[in-house]
């Protein structure tokens, strides 16, 4: 069965989310109701480095969360993303236009 473990942090401008597992229809609910709610208030980082899959699904929660923040003025980042999610990412196109970035030193 598929997991998905959210650990949450807050920094000065930012709410972080450590993300472990997959991400995919199984597992879309928590991350959604929490990513689109904190994305309503500040800036967003989701931690990839540890997540080992994620479906369309997925990536359309993190396309919206992406868009609600831009009209809220708030920025999401995928930060160190592991190789599934970079390929994830990649194949959305999308590569130049999500704030990806190495460290939550980066989010501006």
């Known amino acids: ?55 369309n699904s997925g990536m359309g929660v993190i396309m919206a969360a992406f868009n609600d923040g831009e009209d809220r003025g708030h920025t999401l980042y995928l930060m160190a993303p592991s190789t599934e999610s970079a390929r994830a990412v990649e194949a959305t196109g999308f590569t130049q236009v999500l704030h990806i970035i190495n460290s939550v030193t980066e989010v501006v």
């Open 1 to 55: 069965m598929d997991k998905l473990t959210i650990a949450e942090k807050t920094g000065a401008n930012y709410t972080l989310f450590e993300l472990a597992g997959s991400i995919n229809a199984y597992t879309l609910a928590e991350f959604q109701q929490k990513v689109y709610s904190a994305i309503q208030s500040d800036n967003v980082v989701l931690d990839l480095s540890h997540v080992n899959e994620i479906d």
